[in-house]
């Protein structure tokens, strides 16, 4: 069930240009499955497809994650998400390269995380966003908790919020359901 969204928050909405977000926590459960030199990752398959309708609706999509992982670059591959940055490091930095590689700032980021490698992006986006499992801190940063936890859908109901707010949405719904 969907919670009313308050008029400062949809207006932050409006605005988001790139939507980036960490890997583990927020698009998986934060587990990772290790074993015979294999790594496995569990994705919301509701997740992808979002992602790809916020870039239908024009919007770039980014993961940025410390954790390198084949997994990672797996399913960023098989979603064609925009920018990946997988590497030990300030967030912060690779937001910023990736801002410079696609002319928008700041204001223009709606950005997702759930721990404390989170909260330097968070705090400059746009648009902050946190899941229910995330850090304190992240959730005090956040303008908006998911209802959805990490690796769950948290990701779709966001894109779902921003697409709505940027009244894309319904073009999109019509479109699927031709």
């Known amino acids: ?10 207006a932050k909405m409006t605005r988001v240009k790139l939507f980036l ?26 997740d992808g497809l979002g992602l790809r ?3 239908r609706g024009g919007i770039k999509v980014g ?16 979603l064609k998400v925009d920018f990946l940055y997988q590497a030990q ?4 930095d690779a937001v910023e390269a990736i801002l410079k590689r696609s002319g928008l700032d700041w204001d223009d980021v709606c950005y997702m995380g759930d721990d404390v490698v989170d909260l330097g992006a968070l705090k400059r986006a746009g648009l902050a966003i946190g899941v229910p499992s995330a850090i304190d801190e992240v ?27 940027q009244n894309k949405w319904q073009r999109l719904v019509l479109e699927y359901s031709a």
């Open 1 to 10: 069930m969907a919670r009313p969204i308050p008029k400062a928050l949809a």
């Open 21 to 46: 977000c960490d890997v583990d926590g927020v698009l998986t459960n934060a587990t990772v499955f290790i074993g015979d030199g294999r790594e496995f990752k569990e994705f919301h398959i509701r």
């Open 53 to 55: 309708l916020l870039q």
């Open 63 to 78: 993961w940025i994650s410390n954790r390198p992982s084949t997994a990672t670059q797996q399913r960023a591959d098989e």
């Open 89 to 92: 490091g300030s967030k912060v």
């Open 139 to 165: 959730k005090d940063l956040a303008d908006y908790v998911t209802i959805a936890e990490g690796g769950q859908g948290a990701v779709r109901e966001v894109v779902g919020l921003i697409l709505k707010a």
